[in-house]
Every structure is written in structure tokens, then in C-alpha cells.
């Protein structure tokens, strides 16, 4: 089987929750909640980022290279938290981005 370097961020959704939770079982982590970040390769789910207050968690499949999947995903994260930040900042509105932590 040909694999590729490429990895795809993208905003789970509901339909993705049972990927997301068999990486959460291999990782012995908890289920994160949606909103969640996803970040695949090959069609795979390697690791998820739960966003906004509360959902801080991470989950990333132990038995795969995902450091740099990881890394992308607190990227995106950082960018998506500042854009609403932003944006709730000139509505008078207060945000507080979730601290994203991931492991390895």
C-alpha cells in the first residue's frame, strides 16, 4: 500500500465521532467533545483536537507517527481561536481560547 506525506486538517463532524473514538482508545485518552479538529492521511484518522472552553483534549493514534499531525492541528487550532478572538473583540463580546495541549 503506497502512502503519502500529506495530511489533511479538517473540522470534524458527527459522522467522524466513532473514528475519533477508536483513536481515543488506542491512546487510553478520553473522548474529546465536539468541536473537534481532525488531522487525516491516506483516508486515516491519526489525531483530534478538541476546541473551545473546556475541551482542551487531544487524542492521537499511539501506534502511528503523529507529531507532525499534532503540530498542525495546534497550528490550525491557534488560528481558528484567534479569528473568533478577533472577531468577538470588536463585538465587545469576551473570548477565552482553550489552551491546546498535545502529547509526544
Known amino acids: ?18 473514528a475519533v ?11 474529546p467533545r465536539l468541536p473537534l479538529l481532525g488531522a487525516e492521511s491516506d483516508g486515516r484518522l491519526l489525531a483530534a483536537l478538541g476546541l473551545g472552553a473546556g475541551n482542551p483534549s487531544a487524542v492521537a ?10 503540530r498542525l492541528l495546534e497550528l490550525r487550532a491557534r488560528q481558528l481561536l484567534g479569528a473568533v478572538g478577533a472577531q468577538a473583540s470588536s463585538s465587545g463580546a469576551m473570548v477565552r481560547p482553550a489552551e491546546a495541549s498535545c502529547s509526544q
Open 61 to 70: 493514534d499511539p501506534f502511528m507517527r503523529t507529531a507532525q499531525a499534532q
Open 21 to 31: 473514538r477508536r483513536v481515543a482508545e488506542r491512546d487510553s485518552a478520553p473522548m
Open 1 to 18: 500500500m503506497a502512502t503519502t506525506n500529506e495530511i489533511t486538517i479538517r473540522m470534524l463532524t458527527h459522522e467522524d465521532l466513532e
